[in-house]
């Protein structure tokens, strides 16, 4: 028999119920398969001791190791297991464990059974570590005393602080030598942007100057050109002067039709001239941009009238027909540039005329809607003919600057190759487009498209023809007129001009000699010419209108001078203006302006009526020549009065 403690437990597990017995000493005896077990109660009462822990081994790749403190292992030594056993007299079967990486683990490792008794570590990193052990007996107890262990893992050769202090050092050394490295680089960079930069920059200079001195050159050409064109303006525009007025006295003096018909041919020779020297002005102004745009309400069907008017002679002595076709709904109030639309239409119907010997010339004009916008159309001119035609080589090339048509007979149909040249410059800065259609012998049509024409809510007022007057009639009071011009020609035409009135007519041949004739005789009206030598028009006008005892003695100046800046300050420094070449009619009618002068009874200054089809214009009857006279010294007055008419109105 085997004395046993409760706790202890039975010496077997199987028990019979009938195997129980309690002696008078108060002990239980208990049956089991194994055995009899008996349970005492002042054994039950005594003291517990805890379990005592001892480690056994460390395994380290299934080598044992006896534990030695402290143990060192190699750096590859670091998959170990800890061996370790509790002394326990009493129920070593129910002996629990638990351990603890100290430093490493919070808490306690979970607890472990009796068959358990080892743990296993892997792949620890070189360093010192201690590990701590627990068992727990029967009653709960744990052991007071904890077994522990400590192991260095040694660190391999790459893992040693000599070593990483060798690699600290090196790396802190590329990172200085890369910085310095990347500074000089970044220097070399920034010595090599500034050679560069220096290089452009001097390049630029030069390349600024050569600008500079290209636009100084190329501002002295234009101007040059300027001058030239002025000159060449003056000079071939005085003697086309002279032709051209003379021809018109001789034509008031002359009775024999055979010498009428010779003069006939000078004047127009004179005027073919003057058309010529227009068309390269014109042609140069377009090029360099100096042509101004102005527009303002013009009424296509007027035009379309005037062109019948200038061409119907032509047209007539040819024997040809000239048909004239206006949209009915075409507006009779559009913005339009009417001088440059005018110009366009002369030269494109007569080219017509001048290449068509048979059949007709037809002008159309109809508009097309453009867009959603009510208020803007496209107007479309079309000039057709039945003329020689034109190849398809040479539609490509007529556009261009002095090109004709192939196989033109200049002797026959002349031209200089400019109108189309010029007519294609001018649509396309009023934004539109030209094009034309043709067949060899057939006939051509030439389409004109003007984009985005704006209508005009009021029509001005305008006559159909230019006013005209019967200069015999016109009687002028008593005056003295100083004619000032470096040329006798242009002092004769305009001599003659005036030799049927009762002036008394004085010559000075520049503006000094002009200021010692004014100085002398006051006269009432000068003449004067704004390019001569010695003392040019300019500086004669400025020292007469600074002299309070001459100033109010009018001017009217003379020019040859095509430029329209050169007539914008012409303008502004005289009384009146006449460009040249002049004629009779426009000379009496800028000199009325400033002379007394009366009609002759019964003389005819009739104004030719508008068409029938015309549209109504608000004139009740004709206007006489005193008045025409009057008009533009009316129309200066009335812009002069207008700043004050708007300042009454604002108040």
């Not at 002009?514 to 300019?538: C, F, N, S, T």
């Not at 430029?563 to 009325?592: A, C, H, N, T, W």
Request: hydrophobic share 40%.
């Amino acid at each position: 028999m085997r004395l046993r403690p409760f706790w202890d437990g039975l010496a077997g597990h199987e028990i019979n119920g009938a195997a129980l017995i309690m002696d008078r000493q108060g002990r239980i005896w208990i049956g089991t398969n194994r055995g009899l077990s008996c349970y005492q109660e002042q054994f039950g009462r005594q003291e517990i001791l805890p379990p005592l822990v001892q480690l056994l081994s460390v395994e380290e790749s299934g080598e044992h190791r006896l534990l030695t403190d402290p143990q060192s292992l190699n750096y590859n030594a670091n998959n170990l297991t800890f061996h370790f056993r509790a002394i326990s007299f009493i129920d070593e079967h129910n002996i629990r464990y638990r351990y603890q990486r100290e430093g490493f683990d919070k808490d306690w490792s979970s607890v472990l059974p009796v068959s358990v008794p080892q743990v296993r570590y892997t792949n620890l990193s070189p360093g010192k570590y201690r590990f701590r052990f627990q068992a727990r007996n029967v009653a709960d107890v744990w052991s007071p005393i904890v077994s522990s262990a400590v192991i260095i893992v040694a660190p391999s050769w790459w893992q040693t602080w000599w070593l990483r202090l060798i690699a600290g050092g090196t790396l802190v050394t590329l990172v200085i030598g890369g910085h310095r490295f990347r500074i000089r680089r970044m220097e070399t960079h920034r010595r090599e942007l500034e050679y560069q930069v220096d290089d452009q920059t001097r390049a630029i200079r030069s390349q600024n100057e050569q600008l500079q001195t290209a636009r100084v050159e190329a501002e002295a050409a234009n101007q040059a050109k300027s001058e030239f064109l002025a000159n060449m303006s003056h000079e071939i525009r005085t003697p086309i002067n002279a032709i051209i007025g003379f021809t018109e006295i001789l034509n008031g003096l002359i009775t024999d039709r055979q010498q009428r018909d010779y003069l006939a041919s000078v004047q127009t020779s004179g005027k073919t001239l003057l058309t010529l020297i227009n068309d390269i002005l014109d042609l140069s102004k377009v090029e360099a941009g100096k042509i101004e745009l102005e527009y303002d309400a013009v009424d296509p069907h007027r035009i379309c009238k005037e062109m019948q008017n200038i061409f119907s002679r032509a047209i007539e002595e040819k024997g040809l027909e000239f048909i004239v076709e206006i949209a009915p709904d075409l507006p009779v109030g559009l913005i339009l540039d009417e001088v440059r639309v005018r110009q366009g239409l002369v030269c494109l119907i007569g080219n017509a005329v001048k290449f068509t010997e048979t059949g007709y010339i037809k002008l159309s004009v109809r508009k097309q809607a453009h867009g959603q916008n009510p208020d803007t159309l496209d107007l479309i001119f079309e000039v057709s003919d039945t003329g020689i035609g034109i190849s398809e080589r040479d539609q490509k090339s007529i556009f261009e600057a002095f090109e004709q048509q192939k196989g033109q007979s200049v002797p026959r149909h002349g031209g200089t190759g400019l109108g189309l040249a010029i007519t294609k410059r001018l649509v396309e800065m009023m934004v539109g487009t030209i094009a034309v259609q043709s067949r060899e012998g057939v006939g051509s049509t030439f389409s004109v498209t003007l984009k985005e024409v704006a209508t005009a809510s009021v029509v001005d007022v305008e006559m159909w023809a230019a006013p005209s007057i019967d200069v015999n009639a016109v009687r002028f009071s008593s005056a003295t007129i100083l004619i000032v011009d470096d040329i006798e020609v242009n002092r004769n035409l305009v001599r003659a001009y005036l030799a049927m009135f009762s002036f008394a007519v004085l010559e000075a041949s520049n503006g000094e000699e002009a200021l010692e004739v004014i100085e002398q005789h006051r006269p009432d009206l000068v003449l004067m010419d704004m390019k001569m030598p010695v003392m040019d028009g300019y500086e004669a006008i400025r020292i007469l209108k600074e002299r309070d005892d001459l100033r109010d003695i009018h001017v009217v100046a003379l020019t040859a001078s095509a430029m329209k800046q050169s007539e914008e300050v012409i303008r502004r420094v005289s009384d009146g203006y006449l460009p040249k070449p002049l004629g009779r009619m426009e000379l009496v009618m800028e000199i009325g302006q400033f002379l007394a002068h009366t009609f002759e009874e019964g003389a005819s200054e009739t104004i030719e009526p508008p068409p029938a089809d015309a549209v109504p214009v608000s004139v009740s009857k004709p206007l006489d020549g005193e008045t025409l006279l009057k008009l533009p010294e009316l129309i200066r007055r009335l812009e002069a009065e207008q700043p004050a008419w708007r300042h009454c109105a604002a108040r």
